[in-house]
């Protein structure tokens, strides 16, 4: 089984600072990565699939970039509306089976 | 624009099943899979497994094998997350979420989620 693992665990930054968080796994998922916010209470919204394609409706400050096994999410200049946990996704394509990272959150220095 | 809707909050004795709904409106049901996802409190994301609807065809994480059966009504574009065997480590929010494209029988190259049901809250409490 591919196992993600997330760094730093927590990143403290404030608003309008570039936002950059890592996901690393055990093997190669190619570009099979996807990237999520989650708010308290909320559920999970999709930022970020193949690695680096924007999902419908998601801003311009977030971007993706990687392959392989290192993964990079980008928030260029963080509004207050980002501080919240970010998780990264791998898939298989057949048997469809889904790992996620532990998660980082990002909160207000 | 499709909508997840999932079935309200349940609270369930140790060693007895709960079985959660997710209700598909406004958009394509059975090409798409539908898989569950838990959050327990405080702590991250969980795959459970999916369901391709048009194929009935369930894959789950080997964690949950033979505990969990996820199943789909296409008739009623209603998918079900069934959990036996409760234990209080089960308490947690379970969501659904559909796939971001469509699926064959032997490929699902969109096996990320969007859109995502809102959640129920399953306790396991004596």
């Known amino acids: 089984e591919i196992v993600l693992t997330q760094s730093p665990a927590t990143l403290s930054l404030s608003p309008g600072e570039r936002a950059t968080l890592s996901c690393r796994a055990s093997?190669?998922?190619?570009?099979?990565l996807a990237w999520y916010q989650q708010k308290p209470g909320q559920a999970p919204r999709l930022l970020i699939y193949?690695?680096?394609n924007r999902a419908t409706g998601i801003p311009a400050r977030f971007s993706g970039s990687g392959s392989g096994t290192d993964f990079t999410l980008t928030i260029s200049s963080l509004e207050p509306e980002d501080f919240a946990v970010y998780y990264c996704?791998?898939?298989?394509?057949?048997?469809?089976?889904?790992?996620f990272g532990p998660g980082t959150k990002v909160d207000i220095k | 624009q499709v909508q997840l809707v999932q079935s309200g909050a349940e609270v369930k004795k140790p060693g007895s099943s709960v079985k959660v709904s997710c209700k598909a409106s406004?958009?394509?049901?059975?090409?798409?899979?539908i898989s569950w996802v838990r959050q327990a409190p405080g702590q991250g994301l969980e795959w459970m497994g999916g369901?391709?609807?048009?194929?009935?065809?369930?894959n789950y994480a080997q964690k949950f094998q033979g505990r969990v059966t996820i199943t789909a009504d296409e008739s009623t574009s209603t998918a079900y997350m069934e959990l036996s065997s409760l234990r209080s480590e089960d308490t947690a929010v379970y969501y659904c979420?559909?796939?971001?494209?469509?699926?064959?029988?032997?490929?699902?190259?969109?096996?990320?989620?969007?859109?995502w049901g809102q959640g129920t809250l399953v306790t396991v409490s004596s």
């Open positions: 979420a559909r796939t971001l494209g469509y699926c064959s029988s032997t490929s699902c190259p969109n096996n990320w989620f969007d859109p």
């Open positions: 406004g958009g394509t049901f059975s090409s798409y899979a």
């Open positions: 369901i391709i609807p048009i194929f009935g065809t369930a």
């Open positions: 093997q190669s998922v190619s570009s099979y």
């Open positions: 193949d690695a680096s």
């Open positions: 996704q791998q898939r298989s394509n057949w048997p469809p089976r889904v790992t």
